[in-house]
Nanobody, 125 residues
Framework: VQLQASGGGLVQAGDSLRLSCAAS????????MTWFRQAPGKEREFVAA????????HYTDSVKGRFTISRDRAKNTMYLQMNSLKPEDTAVYYC???????????????????WGQGTLVTVSS
């Protein structure tokens, strides 16, 4: 699966952004699609996932209630709606996908086969 992330930018604290991740290639059913982020000097961390193309959505605690992950299967595109952005949300955001995951592994970056190129989100205070 080839992934193309977009939608990042420079915003102020409290603003909103919507990231997109367009998938192409072998976008079979049961594909888990996930957002990770990596801040400068930090490890890549899990943000949100749509497990196996279904209604199972998962978030890291720091974004619950502010971020929403969704998918448009007709367009093979995943979105991350980010509201009430904070300076600590500043990072490069990556989308990732895999058809081989079990639920216990969705938060682990090395579990994923395919990655997008990343899109930078900068939140100023």
């Amino acid at each position: 699966v080839q992934l193309q992330a977009s939608g990042g930018g420079l915003v102020q604290a409290g603003d909103s952004l919507r990231l997109s991740c367009a998938a192409s290639g072998r976008t079979r059913s049961g594909l888990t699609m996930t957002w990770f982020r990596q801040a400068p000097g930090k490890e890549r961390e899990f943000v949100a996932a749509n497990f196996r193309s279904g209604s199972s959505l998962h978030y890291t605690d720091s974004v619950k209630g502010r971020f929403t992950i969704s998918r448009d299967r007709a367009k093979n595109t995943m979105y991350l709606q980010m509201n009430s952005l904070k300076p600590e949300d500043t990072a490069v955001y990556y989308c990732a996908a895999s058809s081989r995951l079990i639920l216990s592994t969705i938060r682990i970056p090395s579990s994923y086969d395919d990655w997008g190129q990343g899109t930078l989100v900068t939140v100023s205070s």
